[in-house]
């Protein structure tokens, strides 16, 4: 199985528990990892036969568009969902930064999809 990685996509989404932290976007980085099977792309270099990385960070940056989330386990299991049924991904490993804690240099969730 052949792996493409979106490492620490910067987006801005609404989310948070309590409503005065979804009221304004905050920042977060995704790292996004896509295993598929990439042989019919690399025989041919072909794009059809693999995962646009491109498609997918635009798909991602306007996922937040008046879109708002609590949790952002809810957030990264709903991104490895769209991965998996948009773009051809077999299994998909989804982490999700938030930068919410001054003590911290973030918090982060990573959920797995497929398999």
């Known amino acids: 199985m052949d792996k493409i990685t979106i490492c620490d996509l910067e ?3 609404h989310v948070g528990v309590p409503a005065e932290e979804r009221a304004r976007a ?3 980085l995704l790292t996004v990892e896509m295993r598929r099977d990439c042989r019919r792309a690399i025989e ?7 995962t646009d990385y491109f498609a997918v960070a635009e798909r991602l940056k306007a996922l937040g568009k008046g879109r708002e989330w609590r949790l952002i386990e809810t957030l990264a299991a709903e991104i490895g969902d769209i991965v998996r049924r948009e773009f051809g991904v077999t ?3 989804v982490e999700v930064k938030k930068f919410i804690l001054a003590e911290a240099r973030h918090v982060s969730v990573t959920i797995e999809r497929g398999g």
């Open 26 to 28: 905050q920042r977060l």
């Open 91 to 93: 299994q998909a490993r």
């Open 44 to 50: 041919s270099d072909d794009l059809s036969g693999t």
């Open 11 to 13: 987006v801005f989404y």
